[in-house]
């Protein structure tokens, strides 16, 4: 009992030693990151070290474990990805903290170090310059000496008695009472470091105010009326238009563009552009407008998944406005098969222009559901393309176009081997009943929503266990560029079922049973939930 109250005491009393420095660690890294912080105010929130260090996160992580972190933690996923670089980040700093006790400069040049990754991290974007690199390293240099300072002076505290006949250690260190004043100092001017950078950055306040200024024309061709029967009334089957606050949003963009539409431009040029221009949004807003219902589909959308939705979009016609530049489909002899789209922060999604100019209604979207583009899915300007996935369409914040060949240019995604070239593929989901339900046995309404942009839907079927398909009764087609509702009354016997759904589109076929996963170009198989009617 003795020797085991003995080394506890022990162990005690090296924490007890350990903490401050540990806490030191802790306090220079949230300096760093505010000093970085209010330089980024000046340079651009994109070079702050934790979005920096994000993005190449983001860029060097595994396709597949992308896909992962979108099912598991849905919209949330960037929040979560900062989340956990900044916990990295503390664990790091309280180890230098610690090493600083003993190692005093080796702990400081630790917090360099971690400065020069986030400098390379920032200058590794693709809209990167090499001033970008500046809140990274002035942020490490101040939570540098910041650590060195504050273990000189717990080092002068806690040295042991000089040996006799040896002067004693000069310099007088805290002790427990100053050193907590002297760290509570430094978290107080460290917040008010950060908060001064947030409130400089004024990029956000600009883009808001002129998101607010805007108000859209009416369209030169406005959407159709929605058809009597398009929305089914069934109880948990979702509104036919998608609201702009459910809308799913999966992109890269650790944090979120936000662009002055009275500054933005957007270049056209490259391979067969004879009329090269640069475009202001008013420039845009003066062109007569379409209007559309459109449905989009995200790539990573697993078989059943929650990444699709119908919106109204309206916005400039792109084929049109292609034209005007001298731009011909390769059909047409035109040189260039793929449309690069570059939107602010450095991202580049291809397009095949055959499709983006054969009578679709591909647009540089301008509003949605309304009003102005939301900031998060685009504002100013973004591209949308009935028909095609997500990651070869719908570039977000738009600022460039170049034609060019998918032979001469891999855009982001294909260079981490999704295919080039992805139509949206059939599908259909069960929206109710739920996986895992528990409906009453009786008649139960199974109904849910399918999809072939571009093609159109032409029947969903439905099976029981292993039963024989039975066709389910659609609603009103809207366009064939938008979802379409589905429905089947069922007669439910108490017991386990499995429900099954398939569709076919209007070419004549039928999504696959066979499960595949996105990579490379989008998920198969049929949607299925299991319930117990009770």
Known sequence: MGRDRKVRVVRGTRLRALAPGALSGLLAGYAALAVAELASAAVGPQAGPVVAVGGAAIDLTPGPVKDWAIRTFGTADKLVLRLGILAVLALLALALGVLALRHRRLGAAGVLLFGVVGAVAATSRPDATAIDALPSLVGAVAGSGLLYWFTGRLRVRTAPPAPMGEAPTAGKGWDRRGFLLAASAAAAASTGVGALGRTLSSSGRDALASRSRIVLPPPASPASPVPRGAQLRVAGLGPFRTPTKDFYRVDTAL??????????????????????????????????????????????????????GNARWIGVPLAELLRECGVRPPSRGGPADQLVARS???????SPVEDLMDGRDAMLALGMNGGPLPLEHGFPVRMVVPGLYGYVSACKWIED????????????????????????????????????????????????????????????????????????????????????????PWRATPGTHTLTVRATDRTGKTQPAHRTPPVPDGATGHHSVVVTVE
């Open 255 to 308: 944090l979120v563009p936000k662009v002055d539409a009275t500054t933005w431009r957007l270049r056209i040029h490259g391979k067969g552009v004879t009329a090269p221009r640069t475009l202001t949004f008013d420039d845009l807003l003066q062109r007569d407008l379409i209007e559309r219902d459109i449905t989009l589909a995200c790539v990573s959308n697993e078989v059943g998944g929650p990444y699709v």
């Open 401 to 488: 176009i170049e034609l060019t060949t998918f032979d001469a240019y891999d855009a982001y995604w294909v260079e981490r081997a999704w295919a080039r070239e992805a139509p949206v593929k059939t599908q259909s989901r069960i929206d109710t009943p739920k996986a895992d339900a528990r409906p009453r046995a009786g008649t139960v309404m199974i109904a849910g929503v399918a999809w072939a942009q571009h093609r159109g839907i032409d029947r969903v079927e439905v099976r029981i266990d292993e039963g024989p398909w039975r066709r389910a009764d659609l609603a009103a087609e809207d366009t064939r560029d938008t979802w379409r509702q589905w429905s089947l």
């Open 344 to 350: 602010v922060d450095g991202m580049t999604i291809g």
